[in-house]
């Protein structure tokens, strides 16, 4: 039985995490700013490095 409830809590962080990076990857790729956005983050460097390569075919 604990190692259920542990499993689930596991489950429930993986979980979150996934949904925060797939908020983050959504915001970059319409062109909005993340909460890191002073620099340029290795996301912003993924969507523009994208963008060229697409410009360039």
Do not use: E, P
Request: aromatic share 6%.
């Amino acid at each position: 039985m604990q190692l259920l409830l542990n499993l689930l809590i596991i489950l429930a962080i993986i979980s979150w995490a996934v949904v925060i990076i797939i908020r983050t990857f959504r915001k970059v790729k319409v062109g909005g700013k993340c909460a890191a956005c002073d620099y340029d983050c290795a996301v912003k460097k993924l969507k523009d490095q994208h963008g060229r390569h697409l410009l360039q075919h």
